[in-house]
């Protein structure tokens, strides 16, 4: 499967974005991960099948992730960004046990 995320940009902190990851086929479990520079890539939220969620504590109360099954999309909703939110963003699934990423899509929060 291959995954296609999109909608980053730059945004003013307090601001909102939406990301979109479009799947080539099925997906089962989908977590949006984000590498801001010099860092490690870190779990942002992940989305089951059934629609089962999780969310980073740093994220919690300000992200929203969702998914349609039938169009094979998964959306992230970014609320109150904050400057330390700048990173790039990616999709993330797991298909028999081999990881498979989008590119990626920069999100710059500006003060």
Same mark, same amino acid.
């Given at each position: 499967?291959?995954?296609? =995320?999109? #909608?980053? #940009? !730059?945004?003013? *902190?307090? #601001?909102?974005?939406? !990301?979109? +990851? *479009? =799947?080539?086929?099925? $997906?089962?479990?989908?977590?949006?991960?984000?590498? =801001?520079?010099? %860092?490690?890539?870190?779990?942002?939220?992940?989305?089951?099948?059934?629609?089962?969620?999780? &969310? =980073? /504590?740093?994220? %919690?109360?300000?992200?929203?992730?969702?998914? /349609?099954?039938? %169009? @094979?999309?998964?959306?992230?909703?970014? @609320?109150?960004? %904050?400057?330390? /939110?700048? *990173?790039?963003?990616? +999709?993330?699934?797991?298909? &028999?046990? $081999?990881?498979?990423?989008?590119?990626?899509?920069?999100?710059?929060?500006?003060?």
């Amino acid at each position: 499967v291959q995954l296609q =995320a999109s #909608g980053g #940009g !730059l945004v003013q *902190a307090g #601001g909102s974005l939406t !990301l979109s +990851c *479009a =799947a080539s086929g099925f $997906i089962n479990v989908m977590d949006w991960h984000r590498q =801001a520079p010099g %860092k490690q890539r870190e779990l942002v939220a992940s989305i089951t099948r059934g629609g089962n969620k999780n &969310y =980073a /504590d740093f994220v %919690k109360g300000r992200f929203t992730i969702s998914r /349609d099954n039938a %169009k @094979n999309m998964v959306y992230l909703q970014m @609320n109150d960004l %904050k400057l330390e /939110d700048t *990173a790039v963003y990616y +999709c993330h699934t797991s298909l &028999y046990g $081999i990881d498979q990423w989008g590119a990626g899509t920069l999100v710059t929060v500006s003060s």
